[in-house]
């Protein structure tokens, strides 16, 4: 029969496993990093898009608060512009009405002028 119970391995043995005990506490040791790194990834994502909803709607304020404004300035655009029309057009009535006045006049000088000479 074998030796019951084992007796521990000698120091050469022990040293000869060393290297290849290392190595795979170093593996073992560089997975628990990259498995923390996720996890800490993870969080970050987590604490990101539970501040997302709060983020977008500030920004949809923001937003909204300059297309009023922009809306506003818009208005006073085109009510300032329609009133530079209405004052043009006002301007070119009374000239046409100048210039129908003028005209008149002109036609009855030009009726006098052709009565006596004729």
Request: net charge negative.
């Amino acid at each position: 029969m074998g030796s019951w119970p084992r007796s521990p391995p000698s120091r050469p043995r022990n040293a000869q496993r060393r290297p290849a005990a290392e190595a795979s506490l170093e593996q073992h040791q560089a997975e628990i990093d990259e498995l923390y790194r996720q996890v800490e990834l993870s969080q970050k994502e987590h604490e990101e898009a539970e501040g997302k909803p709060e983020q977008r709607a500030a920004t949809r304020d923001s937003q909204a608060e300059r297309d009023a404004q922009q809306a506003a300035f818009d208005e006073r655009e085109c009510i300032s512009k329609i009133n530079d029309i209405n004052s043009s057009f006002n301007v070119l009535h009374e000239q046409l009405g100048q210039a129908d006045q003028n005209l008149e006049q002109l036609a009855g000088r030009a009726r006098q002028h052709r009565r006596p000479g004729r």
